[in-house]
Structure formats: structure tokens, C-alpha cells
């Protein structure tokens, strides 16, 4: 039992109604409470800590290479293809875009000329049934003025 760490400071650790509460139920006594780690700690030689950033050194480099080789595999022409793909791609979105736009402009255009040409239809007929109801007030007029 050589690996016991008894704690006899517990109350400065626990707020004192907390400590008092939990020794009076007997649930906990600072005399009696005592840890025990489940393994032993391992103390490591300097040949081990020095093997042990060894192998890590050794998976670093390894780490280092494999990515340097997967820089090495992108070529110049692969970068070039892809920065030209992206500007057709690009291209494309702002001809969509363009053509998108300019049916938008013909249907708002197409629009406004219906509405024009049926303001102007209504503006007609009104005019014209304005003209014939001055027309038929001169003719009673008239009428009246000969009949009088």
C-alpha cells in the first residue's frame, strides 16, 4: 500500500457548510479519506525519453516526406487547368446571369407596353364616349332652343 496518498486538507478544499454537512451524516471523515492510484506511476530512464522523442522524431520526418510528396504530385498544368476551369465556370455563371438578367429587362419592357397600349384603349373609349355625350348635349340643346 505503499501508493496510499492520504488527503487530510480536504476541508480548505470544500466550502465549510458543504465539509460540516457531508461529517456529520458520517458520510465523510478528512481522517479517513485516503486515494488510491489504480496503476503505480512509471518513472522513465533517459534511454527511454530518449528512444520515445526518437520514434516521434522518426514519425515526424515520416509525416513531412508523404506531404512533400503529395505537394510534388500537383503539377503546374494541374493548377493551370483548375484556375481555367474555374474561370470558364465563372464565365458561364455571368453569362446565365447576363441572359437571366436581360429577359427580365424584355418581360418588364413587354409589360410596361401592355399597360401602356390598355391605358391608352381606356383613355380612347372614355374619349370617345365623352365626345358623344357632348355631341347628344348640343342635340338637346338644340332641340330645345327650336322647340322653345
Known amino acids: ?24 451524516t458520517g458520510l465523510l471523515s478528512a481522517r479517513t479519506l485516503s486515494f488510491a492510484p489504480t496503476r503505480p506511476l512509471k518513472v522513465l530512464s533517459e534511454r527511454e525519453v530518449s528512444n520515445s522523442v526518437k520514434a516521434a522524431a522518426d514519425e515526424v520526418e515520416k509525416k513531412a516526406v508523404t506531404t512533400r510528396e503529395k505537394i510534388e504530385g500537383v503539377t503546374v498544368d494541374k493548377v493551370i487547368d483548375k484556375g481555367a476551369k474555374a474561370t470558364e465556370k465563372a464565365v458561364d455563371t455571368a453569362q446565365e446571369s447576363g441572359e437571366k438578367a436581360k429577359r427580365t429587362v424584355q418581360e418588364a419592357w413587354n409589360s410596361a407596353k401592355e399597360t401602356a397600349e390598355k391605358v391608352k384603349e381606356t383613355v380612347r373609349e372614355k374619349a370617345e364616349d365623352a365626345k358623344d355625350s357632348v355631341i347628344d348635349s348640343i342635340e338637346k340643346a338644340k332641340r330645345a332652343v327650336n322647340d322653345s
Open 1 to 24: 500500500m505503499a501508493n496510499l496518498l492520504h488527503v487530510n486538507w480536504l476541508p480548505k478544499l470544500l466550502p465549510g457548510k458543504a465539509f460540516q454537512s457531508l461529517s456529520k
